[in-house]
């Protein structure tokens, strides 16, 4: 396969709460976010709820890494969001 010249891949590292919001919208390929487990964080997982499906393009990805006692949380918070739609659990050991 030929890859366009125009073609560029980039990371972005940071607090998405302040990255997400300037981006622009449908420009991202897949989103990987590993925010801390600590209760206090779990706000983290509404702005993705809310603001990741604006900036992903169709048929991207979100990877998010969630301590299991959250994870029925954050998923409601997906859920109710209404915007992106629930694939698979996986677990890393």
């Keep these: 396969m030929i890859?366009?010249?125009?073609?560029?891949?980039k990371i972005i590292c940071g607090d998405c709460s302040s990255i997400i919001r300037s981006m622009q919208n449908?420009?991202?390929d897949l989103i990987f976010t590993d925010p801390p487990y600590l209760k206090s964080f779990l706000n983290t997982y509404d702005i993705l709820a809310n603001d990741c499906a604006r900036i992903m393009k169709r048929g991207a990805s979100l990877v998010t890494i969630v301590g299991h006692f959250?994870?029925?949380?954050?998923t409601k918070k997906f859920y109710d969001a209404n915007k992106l739609k629930y694939?698979?659990?996986f677990c890393m050991n």
């Design 3 to 9: 890859w366009p010249t125009d073609f560029e891949n």
């Design 26 to 28: 449908e420009s991202v």
């Design 70 to 74: 959250a994870l029925p949380l954050i």
């Design 87 to 89: 694939r698979w659990t």
